[in-house]
Nanobody, 125 residues
């Protein structure tokens, strides 16, 4: 069983930056593939980014590519989501999760297993 604890959410103005953290315990995060998901008000959950256990390959939702960066700190057993130039449409609850994924279209085929508690991100215009 892996426990994930998220931190770093909050209120930010449009164009600003925010960094979310996902700290893993129960297993070292560097041996896990971690996905970030978000759920906007009144909408379903969508995959935002993925970092794979093998070779730290990264994948991004098209609307965040070039603005968000996923990374891993093995010493801290933590995965980060750096969010730059955030927009109001980035508002939502962000979750990290351990995931399995398909070889083709990894981001859209993520199957989450262990979830973090969620972090609210609110972007004001």
């Amino acid at each position: 069983q892996v426990q994930l604890v998220e931190s770093g959410g909050g209120l930010v103005q449009s164009g600003g930056s925010l960094r979310l953290s996902c700290a893993a315990s129960g297993s070292t995060s560097d041996s896990l593939s971690i996905g970030w998901f978000r759920q906007a008000p009144g909408k379903g959950r969508e995959g935002v980014s993925l970092i794979t256990a093998t070779n730290d390959r990264t994948y991004y939702l098209g609307s965040v590519k070039g603005r968000f960066t996923i990374s891993r700190d093995n010493a801290e057993h933590t995965v980060y989501l750096q969010m730059n130039n955030v927009q109001p449409e980035d508002t939502g609850v962000y979750y990290c999760a351990t995931v399995h994924f398909g070889e083709y279209a990894p981001l859209t085929t993520m199957i989450p297993k262990d979830w973090g508690q969620g972090a609210q991100v609110t972007v004001s215009s």
